[in-house]
């Protein structure tokens, strides 16, 4: 019978971002409720004597992301009832994972943009999320686009709360028709057909995303982006183990995310260098493999993935870009894995080479 020692060691679990500010001291719920007295109500304590809150009430969830920010990020916020509402810890780790991929310098930096960083925030709902945590962490500029007036109004009055930042942050209204792809820009580029964008459920035909809301002329170090990552309602409301809200034009669309992911890709591939990182957060693992082969049909020279994991949540990061590498990245082996949810992974040129993952 074999050891013990011999059995194969586990990998490690994908963990917080280490600069994120909840990394070495998650939110002290008992403290909080004794600072905020509209959070006490949704604090109570369990059988071990922890406090928790009721992760299926939405005002519970609302009331702490409002105190988080106020409390850790001097940030003023709120939103009304039925809109996303986004887990600080969570978005954080997306913000930090972009200044990775932007401090790495794989890739050259804007010129045209000097020292500032300006960032895109594709569907920043109502509550304006990326953008506020964005500019209050590392003072970056954004602008956040959205369709719904809801949405645009509340991101707008979550912007104008904070003077400390409000400069830095554009909302931008989104024209709700589509757009169509310049068909020979976009084939040319693609060197395939049409059918090859095609996905399960049908390929994405809502309000445009990046091109017709990008203008003439405009540069960006990145885009962001927490999709719609189902393609029903239904679907949408499948876990009854959390109640975040989220309205259908925050949650769904045909094909799910998938669909919407790879509209990005195909705007992406007619924007090319407007932006130096294109980036995406994905729910479920399965799509990740159908999107990094999408990008090596359209020749993208770097691609990146991660993973985000808050509590029992695990989401994945999808990031990739047009322009050159400026230097050459030592493989998987040869680089000692410190953090291994954050590591910066492997780059593709010609071969696409894809850690595993």
């Not at 509590?311 to 322009?323: E, I």
């Amino acid at each position: 019978m074999p050891s013990k020692n011999n059995k194969r060691k586990r990998p490690e679990r994908p963990t917080i971002h280490p600069r994120n500010k909840y990394a070495d001291s998650p939110p002290d719920f008992a403290l909080l409720a004794s600072l905020y007295p509209s959070f006490e109500p949704f604090v109570f304590y369990s059988r071990d004597g922890h406090p928790r809150i009721d992760w299926t009430d939405f005002n519970a969830t609302r009331e702490l992301t409002r105190v988080l920010l106020l409390h850790d990020h001097s940030l003023n916020w709120w939103i009304p009832d039925g809109q996303l509402c986004p887990t600080v810890p969570n978005r954080s780790n997306y913000i930090h994972w972009i200044e990775d991929l932007l401090s790495s310098e794989i890739i050259p930096k804007n010129q045209t943009l000097g020292d500032l960083v300006r960032g895109f925030d594709i569907g920043t709902g109502a509550n304006c999320i990326y953008p506020l945590l964005g500019s209050s962490l590392l003072g970056w500029s954004f602008v956040g686009s959205d369709i719904t007036d809801v949405a645009l109004e509340w991101a707008e009055r979550n912007v104008n709360k904070n003077p400390h930042v409000s400069q830095l942050i554009e909302i931008r209204k989104v024209t709700v028709h589509g757009v169509e792809l310049p068909a020979k820009e976009l084939s040319d580029a693609l060197a395939v057909d049409h059918e090859s964008s095609e996905v399960a459920g049908g390929r994405y035909c809502g309000p445009p995303i990046l091109l017709g809301v990008v203008r003439e002329g405009e540069k960006f170090d990145f885009c962001m982006c927490n999709p719609p990552f189902f393609e029903s309602t239904e679907e949408a409301g499948l876990n009854p183990k959390t109640s975040c809200g989220g309205t259908p034009e925050e949650m769904v669309c045909p094909g799910g995310e998938q669909a919407f992911i790879t509209r990005m890709i195909e705007d992406s591939v007619v924007l090319k260098e407007s932006f130096r990182w294109y980036t995406s957060m994905i729910g479920r693992k399965i799509n990740l493999k159908f999107l990094t082969s999408k990008l090596r049909d359209v020749g993208v020279t770097i691609v990146k993935t991660t993973e985000f994991v808050q509590g029992q949540t695990c989401r994945w990061g999808l990031a990739w870009s047009f322009l050159p590498p400026t230097k050459k990245i030592l493989p998987p082996a040869a680089v000692q894995r410190t953090n291994i949810s954050f590591m910066l992974e492997v780059w593709m040129t010609v071969a696409f080479y894809l850690w595993s993952f």
